[in-house]
């Protein structure tokens, strides 16, 4: 088993538990009608504990299967994260308007970004030329990001419930 | 070049592409103090498409490297796709509280899950195994957006705007 194929692919169910954890079922999903089978609340982050382990496990034996050059599982898993955060960002800015939580989303899509295009570049250097593109944009994202923060104090200071 | 593995790539795009549609800047957006190199509206799209086409080229380019065993690619974008899904359900389901507009990501996530332990089981039956219980409990999620949906018409009927 190659541990760190297995970290990352760990790391990239990180974006999804991040968006069980800040769009919470609430007071609006008690309210509604469920069938009777419907399982218990504290159920659903013990099942999706158990399944990301499940996922990363069967993905680093996938990834590792790429016998004739090992480092196209590890670009593959860190592309992965990096989409997982690319799917975060804008649920959290412009759904929850959350300014500070955003900022950290990008800051981590900024690394995960980097970090393929340092992987995929090692492997092919014109995948790694077609990913400084998105790395530069997400570098101007990340700014005005930052500067949004500082331009407007008041909205960032609190999170609006949705 | 691998068409299938570079099309399945720009497919994972999909989810983050959907972030975009569905959680829009709004009035909310446009009210915030901006710096005065903020790009206008109209290029986000334009740079996203972009660079969505510049990631799926890159990474179908990595998967090819996997010489040995070119499958690999091909299981590790259908995972990848899976993932993108995945992030998706909770903030169009609890964020938005769109029920319906849930029920077609998880419909889409059923089927990528299903596809992803088939491209596994294939490589390595252990693989495939490990995917049995994410399909099952996307199943039963699945079962319970629908019933949901079904009890709840009225909740059902239109979007909570954010």
Same mark, same amino acid.
């Given at each position: 088993?190659?541990?760190? /194929?297995?970290?990352?692919?760990? =790391?990239?169910?990180?974006?999804? @538990?991040?968006?069980?954890a800040m769009f919470s079922?609430g007071?609006?999903? +008690?309210? =509604? ?9 504290? $159920? ?5 504990? !158990?399944?990301? $382990?499940?996922?990363?496990?069967? @993905? +680093?034996?996938?990834?590792? %299967? @790429? ?7 590890? #670009? $593959?898993? &860190?592309?992965? $994260? %990096?989409?997982? *955060? ?5 649920p959290v800015f412009f759904g929850l308007r959350r300014m500070r939580a955003g900022?950290l989303?990008?800051? *981590?899509?900024?690394?995960?970004? #980097?970090? !393929? ?9 014109? @995948? ?15 700014? &005005?990001?930052?500067?949004? /923060? ?5 909205q960032a200071k609190g999170p609006v419930t949705v």
């Open positions: 088993m190659d541990i760190w /194929v297995f970290l990352v692919f760990l =790391l990239a169910c990180g974006p999804a @538990a991040a968006t069980g079922p007071a609006w999903y +008690e309210a =509604l009608k469920k069938p009777v089978w419907t399982p218990p609340n504290w $159920l659903f982050p013990v099942a999706w504990t !158990t399944l990301y $382990l499940c996922m990363s496990l069967a @993905a +680093e034996r996938v990834a590792r %299967q @790429a016998g004739a050059t090992p480092a196209v599982g590890m #670009a $593959l898993a &860190l592309y992965t $994260l %990096q989409m997982g *955060l690319n799917c975060l960002w804008t900022m989303v990008l800051a *981590l899509l900024w690394l995960a970004v #980097a970090a !393929t295009l340092v992987a995929f570049w090692r492997l092919d250097w014109i @995948a790694g030329l077609l990913f400084v593109p998105y790395l530069t944009w997400v570098t101007v994202a990340g700014a &005005l990001n930052w500067s949004v /923060v500082s331009l407007n104090p008041d």
